[in-house]
């Protein structure tokens, strides 16, 4: 069944369907009807919204999730309306951030919420959109259904077929994702294939509100293969369905004692690269700050893209994000500690290459109580390395996007290591999970393996097992990847993107040879500079128009937030795709 646009025979039939309905695509959503207000605008315009969340702020920060799941970033630090720093060219009539909307709850601006709470926020922003919306200029139509396929000719009509049945007809369709669901990949079918033959137990990686955490209860020993914000996730979750207590002991270096509920596992951490996310300072009741750079500055950001032969990080980036981090602490009093021994110990406190080190439990339980210290203080040397690699993750994003590096180099520094390193600094979880997590250690519940981490089944004993290098050999009876689903267009099991590759019209994205080296194929989505789909034929789909975390090797940092003050990528790339979307349509004029 097609469903038409509904407008007097005079006007149009101008039609754009938006695909998802997070915060990436309730940006873009509040950036058309932001466009429906300007001069430039020929309406009616009706923008189908498309997503078995809608209305609940999507799949990942639904409002009906467990408060144990929490946000990694304060409440301060997330908004979804553009300020000046995105240089918005559409009216922005809303300023409301996330800490302006969880005030009346009692958050405060460096408070950290949970998940459903942003939930709450991207829903009302929802819901304010539709009141600001004129139904004579723009009309918003909610989906809560799955899109199974988009079709039609590259240039022409395109067709969005939806799970209850309906087709929609629309001259542009945005397809605003975060991280999608993936078929199990070879490793995992074995994981699952020796869990059915011994009757062990399986959670293969996906969303954390998907995950059945139950079934680890009354295990044994469970193997968690992941040591960042999904492994923090696990602790919470499997705390909290065994009715597990923490209460505070100042004789601990948690400053926190377990109380079992009953039920729990042993959990066996570990993970190639063996960096245990470290806690965000608590800054409370101070707000975080922007650090900008004075050594890797925009400016030889422009100019390190333009080099001719391409970037090597060792050689290239690493002395200046080195340097940066010595002249921040230079000129805020820590001479002792600005020098580069110092500074690779403090970032690779396990080393700089995934290799199983001696003594990886206690050198890692070591590093967590350093870190759970030194946020909780808050130790003002962490938390100026935590602001300054905030800021240099962002220009790091940039060159890749650029291109800039060679194939080698960001196929094993940046994509292979550096990424993990920025992230154990810069998206680590809230510091009462960090102490919850060490709490978990100090009652026996946890144990860390480090780098090198390996998985492996013993045939005689009918169990899993986890050793990294010549560590000891763990025997366990579950398995728990502790990690989101990969950026992999092949794995993909979206029905959409299953058609799209089935037809090739979705096919792998390609890091150019720009610099004379080997392209690199990746697991991203290939999309043009703009979004537009571009098939294997190389035809450029321009009215299908991209966004997010699968199309990630065109736009790095899809994943980060929207942090005020900062040109968030995810409120510039919605407004882009707001006006290319409506310009498609017939219905804007092009800023």
Wanted: some cysteine; overall charge negative; hydrophobic content about 40%.
């Amino acid at each position: 069944m097609t469903v038409p646009s509904e407008h007097p025979p005079t006007e149009p039939a101008r039609t754009v369907v938006v695909i998802g309905a997070g915060p990436r695509g309730t940006a873009v959503l509040e950036r058309l009807v932001a466009a429906s207000t300007t001069p430039g605008w020929h309406g009616p315009l009706d923008v189908h919204l498309v997503d078995p969340d809608v209305g609940r702020g999507g799949a990942v920060w639904r409002t009906d999730q467990s408060h144990v799941l929490l946000m990694n970033t304060t409440t301060c630090q997330t908004t979804m309306y553009p300020d000046a720093s995105c240089r918005p060219l559409l009216p922005v009539p809303h300023h409301e951030t996330l800490a302006d909307f969880l005030a009346p709850a009692g958050y405060a601006p460096a408070d950290i919420a949970p998940r459903a709470e942003h939930g709450r926020y991207v829903a009302a922003v929802l819901e304010r959109a539709e009141a600001d919306a004129d139904p004579a200029r723009l009309r918003i139509l909610r989906h809560a259904c799955e899109a199974l396929d988009v079709s039609g000719a590259p240039d022409g009509p395109q067709h969005v077929t939806l799970s209850d049945g309906s087709v929609l007809e629309a001259d542009a369709v945005v397809l605003a994702l975060g991280h999608l669901a993936t078929a199990p990949s070879a490793r995992s079918q074995r994981i699952a294939e020796a869990a059915r033959r011994f009757g062990l137990a399986h959670l293969p990686a996906s969303n954390p509100l998907e995950v059945a955490y139950g079934a680890l209860l009354g295990r044994e020993r469970v193997a968690v293969q992941g040591m960042g914000l999904n492994f923090y996730d696990a602790i919470g979750m499997l705390t909290e369905l065994a009715r597990g207590t923490f209460v505070e002991d100042g004789t601990t270096p948690s400053g926190l004692r377990y109380l079992p509920g009953g039920g729990e596992p042993q959990l066996v951490a570990g993970s190639r690269s063996g960096m245990v996310y470290r806690p965000k300072p608590d800054l409370r009741p101070q707000m975080p700050s922007t650090y900008q750079p004075v050594v890797l500055t925009d400016a030889v950001v422009a100019e390190l893209a333009r080099r001719p032969g391409g970037l090597d990080h060792e050689r290239d980036t690493l002395p200046l994000l080195v340097g940066e981090l010595e002249s921040a602490l230079t000129a805020a009093g820590h001479d002792g500690l600005a020098q580069e021994e110092q500074i690779l110990r403090l970032l690779f406190p396990l080393g700089r290459r995934a290799v199983a080190v001696p003594d990886a439990h206690v050198r890692t339980r070591a590093v967590l109580r350093e870190a759970v210290a030194a946020a909780g203080a808050p130790d003002p040397v962490w938390v100026l390395v935590f602001e300054v690699l905030s800021a240099l993750r962002i220009r790091i994003n940039r060159l890749a996007g650029l291109g800039a590096y060679t194939t080698d180099s960001f196929t094993r520094d940046i994509d292979g290591f550096l990424k993990n390193a920025f992230a154990s600094w810069a998206s680590g979880p809230p510091l009462r999970r960090a102490r919850e997590a060490l709490a978990l250690e100090e009652a026996g519940l946890l144990v860390f393996t480090g780098p090198g981490f390996s998985l492996g089944v013993d045939e005689d004993a009918g169990r899993f097992t986890v050793r990294a290098g010549d560590g000891p050999v763990h025997r366990c009876d579950a398995v728990l990847e502790a990690h989101l689903p990969g950026v992999d267009l092949e794995a993909y099991a979206s029905p959409l993107i299953r058609a799209w590759r089935e037809r090739r019209e979705a096919v792998p994205a390609v890091l150019p040879d720009l610099h004379g080296d080997e392209p690199l194929v990746t697991g991203s989505i290939d999309v043009g500079p703009d979004g537009a789909l571009v098939a294997g034929d190389r035809t450029r789909y321009r009215r299908r128009i991209l966004l997010g975390v699968p199309v990630s090797a065109s736009q790095p940092g899809s994943a980060i937030s929207a942090e005020p003050r900062t040109s968030p990528q995810l409120l510039r790339y919605a407004e882009r795709a707001a006006v290319e979307a409506a310009t498609l349509a017939g219905s804007l004029d092009r800023p």
